[in-house]
């Protein structure tokens, strides 16, 4: 028996019906057509289906898609300002974190929720973000220091 849930993803609210089995994840890329979270591990320990959820960090892959029923959602794909990507975006590139890019939505999505809540994050609070996601092809030391790049970057654009 399907069900039908709203959502309101990268600011449009949508609704998709649901059988009730389905992972935030399996909403996201199969209903939605949004493809940058990625499905890794499917049991939360490689982070790159990381998506926001109401301001908060989240595994997709995981999280029950009737339990985000009128949630906000932020998903890679609703940072970008039409060609010009965010900038933790930009900062990742920069410092050489990109590589295959498969884990990089993931840790751009905990990277934004973090620094959305709190912007002068401690470098102990950004390496718990880290932490939370696997990376195969990038060195992780290019990956920090595209989030502390990413910090700077944001600290200054507020203040313009």
């Not at 591990?41 to 595994?59: L, S």
């Not at 933790?88 to 050489?96: C, D, N, R, T």
Request: glycine content about 10%; some cysteine.
């Amino acid at each position: 028996m399907s069900e039908k849930i709203t959502l309101t993803v990268n600011g449009t609210k949508r609704s998709v019906e649901i059988d009730g089995w389905e992972r935030l994840l399996d909403v996201l890329r199969d209903k939605l057509d949004l493809t940058g979270a990625k499905r890794g591990c499917d049991d939360v320990a490689c982070g790159a289906c990381t998506v926001v959820v109401n301001g908060e960090a989240k595994k997709s892959c995981s999280l029950p898609a009737k339990r985000c029923d009128g949630a906000e959602i932020v998903t890679i794909e609703g940072l970008a300002s039409g060609t010009e990507v965010h900038p933790i975006q930009q900062a990742l590139i920069e410092a050489g974190a990109v590589q295959c890019g498969y884990c990089t939505p993931g840790i751009v999505m905990s990277l934004y929720a973090l620094f959305t809540k709190n912007l002068n994050a401690s470098e102990d609070e950004i390496e718990d973000v880290l932490e939370g996601h696997l990376c195969r092809c990038t060195g992780y030391e290019a990956i920090w220091e595209g989030a502390l790049l990413a910090q700077k970057l944001l600290k200054k654009n507020k203040k313009k």
